[in-house]
T-cell receptor, first 110, second 114 residues
Framework: GENVEQHPSTLSVQEGDSAVIKCTYS??????FPWYKQELGKGPQLIID?????GEKKDQRIAVTLNKTAKHFSLHITETQPEDSAVYFC?????????FGPGTRLSVLP | DAGITQSPRHKVTETGTPVTLRCHQT?????MYWYRQDPGHGLRLIHY???????DKGEVSDGYSVSRSKTEDFLLTLESATSSQTSVYFC?????????????FGPGTRLTVL
């Protein structure tokens, strides 16, 4: 079955710097790769996603890149702000089958 | 939280007691899911439903059962709770249109089994 690894597990950056979180997956059949942000005490919220026919997608300060050959995808957050502090999860999906990474705790230091 | 409510939001129970968690959606989405979230494990699928009375097992289904008698409600039951089922439980929904359906999550239920 699918296995998703995520690195780093924790990440601290200064406000205004960029943050990068990387995920790798094992099943080449996976074709949908969402990223979720989870704030303390809340459910995960979708922040950006990418499908296997696209290599990069941007939404304001957030971007995701996908390398299907290498089976890895990354989340890039630019100009980080304190409100970006949260736990971020990647997932690899095929149809309704989602497999999540273990999460990255991002801390943005003022 | 995309028209998803979960009840209760917090529950403390004792080992061996039955527990039922409820997920209610107002989006009329076809698919509903139950996940558990534990430190270091991310989100793991327990069971999911692809229609009324249509359910299937996920990765960590042992000790759990589900039921879906209406499109909007999906129940998760722990027949006899154990301490290993202490976790945060999330319900999710998706439209079920095909490839790459986005899943939207509810606010979660924190369950403690003493």
């Amino acid at each position: 079955g699918e296995n998703v690894e995520q690195h780093p597990s924790t990440l601290s950056v200064q406000e205004g710097d960029s943050a990068v979180i990387k995920c790798t997956y094992s099943d080449s059949a996976s074709n949908y790769f969402p990223w979720y942000k989870q704030e303390l005490g809340k459910g995960p919220q979708l922040i950006i996603d990418i499908r296997s026919n696209v290599g990069e997608k941007k939404d304001q300060r957030i971007a995701v890149t996908l390398n299907k050959t290498a089976k890895h995808f990354s989340l890039h957050i630019t100009e980080t702000q304190p409100e970006d502090s949260a736990v971020y999860f990647c997932a690899a999906a095929y149809g309704q089958n989602f497999v999540f990474g273990p999460g990255t705790r991002l801390s943005v230091l003022p | 939280d995309a028209g998803i409510t979960q009840s209760p939001r917090h529950k403390v129970t004792e080992t061996g007691t039955p527990v039922t968690l409820r997920c209610h959606q107002t989006e009329n989405h076809r698919y509903m899911y139950w996940y558990r979230q534990d430190p270091g494990h991310g989100l793991r699928l327990i069971h999911y439903s692809y229609g009324v009375k249509d359910t299937d097992k996920g990765e960590v289904s042992d000790g759990y059962s589900v039921s879906r008698s209406k499109t909007e409600d999906f129940l998760l039951t722990l027949e006899s709770a154990t301490s290993s089922q202490t976790s945060v439980y999330f319900c999710a929904i998706s439209e079920g249109t095909g490839v790459g359906d986005t899943q939207y999550f509810g606010p979660g239920t924190r369950l403690t089994v003493l």
